[in-house]
């Protein structure tokens, strides 16, 4: 009721001023013509024509008494009845955003009409007598009984209220079909937790940087409590656009028709304009999210956080919740917050791949300390980078906190889809690989960074390279990072920090002048008549961002938010692509028939720790083994094969080492690797990284004792216990010389 109301008072208003100006309006005939074209709007023609042409006969008449000077106390002035119209039907049902207060002035008045374009008027006399009253109640009243009845009237525009902010989503779900149109105007937000298939059929929409446009393939969105949520942004239309005005509404129409089974909502058409956008959400069900879901304690990941629940930020949408997204109120939750710094650096980034004056491309490192938002920048700067290239290299050095592959790994990935989701949604066999084993690299730093100098030979150098680091940003960790800008010839450097404070040095081109690396040394001082012959050091732009988003620079204390069990999910969107693509059943990893291969073809050794070598089978039974090929052959006698020390090697993925037949001299492996790649792996490599507990305490189907768990389990033995390693210890290299004298 209340959004008709609102179209049918625009032709009124629009009559009056075109009535205006056929009796010789100081404006130019141009804009004369495009308030014709506006009175000719199809918008408002429909409904109770002929009570549309009554009320306007007699407002027309108001205007011209009042314009011409007549002392007409009957009849109201143009502004009192423009007024009215800006005003609520019903208090219950408000539109803050299309029909902002009236102030009181006495120079001019502005009413925002529904297409959200502003117009003024001179004012005139601000008395409002009894018979004004009674023409405003009168103009109300026909409007009032010319709405459409029935389903449309109720359904025509549903605000959705938490307090005092209004949220207005103009959705229709299609019931035949599953799946919701939405129309979202310029500059209007959606910030929402789930999952959901977006297609953008009209406009363009963007989603953590990555832009959308119509004609484009469907995306996946990723939206669970573990993260920030996801936003999706109407744009406007691009500079190169050459529909005009009527030509992209009627477009738009069409389209908002073609896709709905049913008859579309008047709130939709109404709404509609050619700088709109129309966008198609879906359910999103994938063997991911089955999976993901199957576990127990994840079958509210996507759901609303639990503050989220504590702050009342869901707002209620039939349609949204019916495709499996839940909006959020933008007055408790604004999703991605950026600073200015954050934008700043993100657009000078982006520009210099744009640039064709460089004669190399940018290899872009970003660090900081943890919690300071490098991954959710890495992920927008590649999605940034994506609408302008097709591929952008990504070279992971934080083994704890991956973002293509399991925990445990170091990887080289051409990136060429967007990132719209947290990395457990997009795990994906990268271009190389190496299985490091572990969390941190604080126990082997040289086996560290030759893995990475590894990895960094296969980079093609034809496109911009990101840097991933890990938040260890102090002591050794900072040497390292000067290893980095070094051996990489890094050329852009963007520091995260919170607080308004750095949490460490600046890795400035001055600082590389004389920073130790844990590899690395400043160049030396030329020689004495030898500084003209000596090339200039290698230099890099440094950016600083400063994060504001809430929550910056400290530890995720929600459920799934802490570190562990980040890897625990990235593990299971790992294993989940054994799931099959087109059933709704989901299989546990025991369900699935391993590979097997006999002790003697392939190598066993062990990343973390030294193990015995008559307890090494013990210790990989049902354990995570990282993949991996190396270059000579391996030949046993019969027994298995033990490597005494770790490899630097190629990893082509990760699998499960079910079980060891030492009678027939096999192992068993679970893995998602195509055999095609598994025929290359010759080695085992047992690390630190564990199986979720959930994968083996969910074993469905298994009768008595589940295998590998056990209750009977004491601490108080040697060495039963997690080892706890005190990291307070001063390293030789940080003891300061006692220079106090005896």
Known sequence: MYMTYIVQAKPLVESCKAMKAQRGSSRPKHNQRNGNKRAKNPKWHGHNKSLHSDVAHNLLLASARNDHGTADSGKPNLKSLKRQFAK?????????????????????????????????????????????????????????????????????????????????????????????????????????????????????????????????????????????????????????????????????????????????KNHLLNEMDSDSCVILLEALDNPLTRFLTSQTQLKELFGVSSKELREDSAVANSALSAVGLTALSSSSCRGLVSSRSYRDALHRLVRVWGDDEGDRCPVILVYGAKNSGKSTFVRHLINSLLNHTTSVEYLECDVGQTEFTPPGCLSLTAVTEPLLGPPFTHQQQPRHMVYYGQADCQSDLDRYLESLKSLWRHSSGDMPVIINTMGWVKGLGFQLLVDLVRLFSVTHVVQLSFGGTSQCAALTPELLRTAHGWQTHPPAPPALGQAELQEAPHSHVFLSVQSEFEGAGTSGEMRHQRSNELRDLALLGYFSQMQAPNSNIVRPLHCFTPYQVSLSAVAVGVTHCEVAPTHILYAANASLVGLCCLDEKVVGRGGPVLLSQTPICPCVGLGVLRGVDMIRGLYFLVTPILPALLSRVNCLLLGEISLPKALLTTQAGVEGDLPYVTTDYSFELTGAGKVHVFKGLYRPSFVKPNTTNK
């Open 88 to 264: 609520a039907v019903s208090g219950s049902r408000t539109m803050s955003s299309h029909l902002p207060a009236e102030p009181k002035r006495k120079s001019q008045a502005t009413s925002t009409h529904a297409n959200g374009q502003a117009q003024t008027w001179s004012s005139g006399s601000e008395s409002d007598t009894e018979d004004s009253q009674g023409w405003r109640s009168y103009a109300q009243s026909v409007l009032q009984n010319g709405m459409p009845s029935g389903v449309d009237a109720g359904e025509g525009l549903q605000p959705e209220c938490v307090g005092e902010d209004t949220q207005l989503f103009l959705t229709q779900f299609d019931h035949v079909k599953n799946r919701t149109l939405m129309v979202m105007q310029p500059g209007q937000t959606l910030c929402f937790r789930g999952k959901c298939l977006l297609t953008c059929l009209y406009g363009r929409v963007e989603v953590l940087g990555f832009t959308i446009e119509e004609g484009q393939q469907p995306y996946a969105l990723y939206s669970p409590a573990s993260h920030c949520p996801l936003s999706i942004t109407a744009l406007a239309d691009s500079p190169l656009t050459t529909k005009h005005r009527r030509e992209g509404r009627q477009e738009a129409k069409l389209i908002v028709r073609k896709h709905l089974s049913t008859v579309p």
